[in-house]
């Protein structure tokens, strides 16, 4: 399929309809919410043709049929991420991603298989000049507003430069989308002096500590909640960790209140009571707000989402890519790199 | 000092009065608040014998002087660990070490420089045969009732085998102390198949899955507050971030609870009438309930307390001390230890 090019002033946005647990509804629908909230996005969807005709009509959504470009074969959850992508070139993953190294389209999104999602967009849209390792990023409420965590599930056994590329390219990060002016950065470890952090936060403080970046030093665990820093640098490994761990509290929470309201009935009537306003309080602690991650580094824009997400999430995981192309995201992270190794 | 032997039978128990930030006032309280309580601990106070004695004074507190054994020397909160034992060998953390290395006590609290701690109890107490490293455990709240984690700060850049220490070692600790019959363990890592992890955890997944251990495989990071494992472990530079992470989540909480209240006035009411309840509930979520942590595989007991420890912390470190000497954990990691290498 050829993408016109008379709506090139608009962002091209492909969402893989076939990603996701719960494909090709959510995807779909989420998609379609998103490209109805904000009129400057140019939606694609990408997948099996009968299939997302079928919850087109199901739901009743408007969607322009020659805007879906069909793909015959699906990357499962399962598969491995690395061999899927051979296997399966005719797949929405392969098939959204290569649109973009293109030029076709702008941003792609998908709840799909991460793996695959992170190795298509990194393999085949490629890297930015001088970006080592991609990085995914992570938004947590924090006491100061958002917290950005940098690595969250890209890179694992990080080298100390690809610390200090995730710092470079999560301050870019912060300063457009989240509209901080000289956003401070922490390297997340054991403790709060220099001498404090395994083999790799030592070296990478080295690099971090001679750059031009606003580096604050070590940071702790409750410094991501709690903290001074706006962006906080960690491996992958460890990211990962951490946000599955943050993104579980709120279930664990429901439980004690659950325990407690079985223990008493006066208990019981001001869990009831305060539900609704508890449920705002942890809006923000809520993936689904904040719709997925981008991967930071490719050249292009690629949001991957949990296999979860509702469409709400899918919905907002397309606004974001929106954003991220209104700010021109790609070319400020290639230009500070480029910046960065002149000094 | 000598400690009497008629009080064999006892737990005997030193507590460092010059450690945490709020010492002495605090240890001092929360150490006889706790023998107050547990009429089988034969308490012991280690420190500067006149500021304990103002404490003991000022809040009017009884307590036998001669089980008060004096130091002169004070191992800041800022020293190097290392450094600090060599240079003052009359400190409370070094003496209270060498009196349960001597068999005159039976454990050792301290709230006070958690490394000089680790590295006194470690290099004066001895680690016990067959432990490579010991290892600092935390309990979570989790939707199946506690979640033990190890390691969660004394060993950064672990091996594999450091990793398989801990687990026996949390393993023994969760069936006495927690009165499990056959706790299942889990390896934290980015993904629950096999094939996922860091270079570490990938070897040490081998290891846990060819020893007799009620191994379950990979855990992610959502599985400590809401999963399978009764025991999961994981490096200690991740552990440590966790655990900080995790204590610093009430203060997102009440911060998030304000900023609701702040914009609707129904909203600020529900909120005040819960706030019992939400802190009913939240309790397990406080370090000081739990406590101080307990440093395994050194050969005596040995807790280690926040610098913040409130009195009530201190307590309930007292007490979970008393605890572990009657559950007879030392010999019974030895003897695991001793089993798993003869396998």
Chains 1, 2 share one sequence.
């Not at 893989?16 to 647990?21: E, F, L, P, T, V």
């Not at 990023?137 to 990080?158: M, N, Q, W």
């Not at 970046?213 to 820093?229: H, K, M, S, T, Y």
């Not at 579980?248 to 006066?266: G, N």
């Amino acid at each position: 399929m050829n993408i016109s090019v008379q709506n090139q002033d608009k962002c091209r946005i492909i969402v893989d309809a076939m990603g996701g647990d719960f494909a090709p509804q959510n995807a779909v629908e989420g998609a379609i919410l998103a490209s109805d909230e904000n009129k400057n996005i140019d939606l694609y969807l990408v997948g099996q043709k009968e299939k997302i005709i079928q919850v087109l009509n199901e739901k009743n959504l408007q969607f322009d049929e020659s805007k879906i470009i069909h793909t015959s074969q699906v990357i499962e959850m399962g598969d491995a991420a690395a061999a899927s992508l051979k296997s399966k070139p005719d797949s929405s993953i392969v098939v959204g991603c290569q649109y973009v190294k293109d030029k076709k389209a702008d941003a792609f999104v998908s709840a799909g298989n991460t793996g695959a999602m992170m190795t298509a967009s990194t393999l085949i849209m490629g890297r930015i000049p001088g970006v080592g390792r991609p990085t995914i990023g992570a938004e947590f409420p924090s006491t100061r507003g958002i917290c950005y965590l940098y690595d969250v599930g890209a890179g694992k056994d990080s080298k100390p430069q690809h610390l200090f590329e995730y710092a470079v390219m999560g301050v870019i990060y912060a300063k457009a989308m989240g509209r901080i002016k000289n956003p401070s950065v922490g390297l997340l470890s054991m403790g709060e002096e220099e001498s404090k952090g395994n083999e790799v936060t030592l070296a990478a403080y080295k690099l971090l500590k001679d750059s031009d970046l606003n580096f604050i030093g070590n940071v702790e665990g409750r410094d991501i909640l709690n903290g001074p820093a706006d962006v906080v640098i960690c491996d992958g490994f460890v990211g990962n960790i951490i946000l599955k761990f943050g993104e579980s509290v709120p279930k664990l929470l429901k439980h004690l209140l659950q325990e407690t309201a079985k223990k008493s009935f006066i208990d019981k009537l001001k869990i009831g009571l305060s539900k609704g306003v508890l449920k705002k309080s942890l809006k923000n602690m809520d993936y689904q707000e904040h719709g997925g991650v981008p991967l930071l580094g490719v050249n292009g824009i690629s949001i991957i989402g949990h296999g979860s997400s509702t469409s709400k999430a899918i919905k907002n995981m397309v606004l974001k890519a929106s954003q991220m192309y209104d700010h021109q995201l790609v070319s400020k992270i290639e230009n500070s790199l480029k910046k960065n190794q002149n000094n």
